[in-house]
């Protein structure tokens, strides 16, 4: 799960609050999608000080990660991805989704954003933002690869996992990380680095 | 839609034997799944002579393909993609999978195939059968490729429809398919040829 920043010294709130503005979260976040979702406007949404909100999740994409049950902020995950060896950025890239993806929880999260993209309009809206936004964006910067070719990985990437995880195909859902690693890595770094 | 085989001097049953089959069909996958199922089971559920079944649809795959609303048989695709210049042959598999969800039919009838299988276990067995059989078994037996290649092949394409069509991410779901031929064609054809 997403992990909270608990500063020392301030009041924490109750175990409620923090559940009141997940809530308001996902009705702020379906009613706007991401991008014109506000800190300030899930805060009033919920009936807490702004700074409350802060506490908890630190950015907006933390509020989301969380309203989402997704496994890990990609303000923690981008990092552990661009930063090391460059050539070795399509292998770091494979390896960290699929363990993203490898325990239940991780999976399912993800899944269940899927899903969600699937089946409803206004989620797709906001997972739609919160990708290019949060996930790709921020990789296009970082590495300076065209958003087209960011996209194809994302495909890649999406396709495993729905592939290995979702429908299940046999070799491909019990493959070890590192076989996958090996095969997909290159694929990737082809098209991050060319 | 799936094209129906008509031979000249056979009695062609009315067009309701027809839906008739294809909701027997339906009902027999969804409690058998694919590799279960048989054209005989499925002329019994409908209360019609199996010749009658092969005379619609010529084979399981057919009956399936029209039962999902598919746009093509994985019969008539697969040979599209195998068949030309082995050294354009990821190119190919591309044009044709993208020019198959380019229309609003083909597309609709692909996502509501993979809508289906996050969201209906029974659906999710049967997809699974008929995409490990009928599409990826008969590249793998054609090409002579390794399994875990063609899964990774499927889940790039698969991904890319998702992305394009269901997502709809900028600006890959607006770019050109000969575009993205360019950029995906030599990335699959490193799976299948290595």
Avoid at 24 to 31: I, K, V, W
Avoid at 115 to 127: E, H, K, S, W, Y
Avoid at 129 to 158: C, N
Avoid at 169 to 182: Q, R
């Amino acid at each position: 799960m997403v992990t909270e920043r608990r500063r020392p010294g301030r009041r924490p709130g109750s175990a409620d609050t923090r559940g009141q503005i997940i809530a308001a979260a996902r009705r702020t976040f379906a009613e706007k999608g991401f991008d014109k979702a506000t800190i300030r406007g899930i805060a009033r949404e919920a009936g807490v000080d702004p700074a409350l909100v802060h506490h908890y999740f630190a950015t907006k994409e933390g509020v989301f990660a969380a309203a989402m049950r997704l496994p890990m902020e990609p303000a923690m995950v981008v990092p552990r991805i661009v930063n090391g060896p460059p050539d070795e950025l399509g292998e770091r890239l494979v390896r960290v989704l699929l363990t993203m993806t490898s325990d239940v929880e991780g999976r399912e999260s993800i899944v269940g954003m899927m899903r969600a993209a699937m089946t409803n309009d206004q989620a797709l809206v906001m997972i739609r933002e919160f990708i290019t936004d949060a996930i790709l964006g921020r990789v296009v910067e970082a590495l300076g690869v065209s958003p087209l070719r960011m996209e194809a990985v994302f495909a890649q990437m999406s396709g495993l996992i729905l592939a290995r995880h979702i429908i299940r195909l046999e070799p491909l859902a019990s493959a070890d990380i590192e076989e996958l690693v090996e095969l997909v890595g290159p694929i990737v770094q082809r098209y991050l680095v060319g």
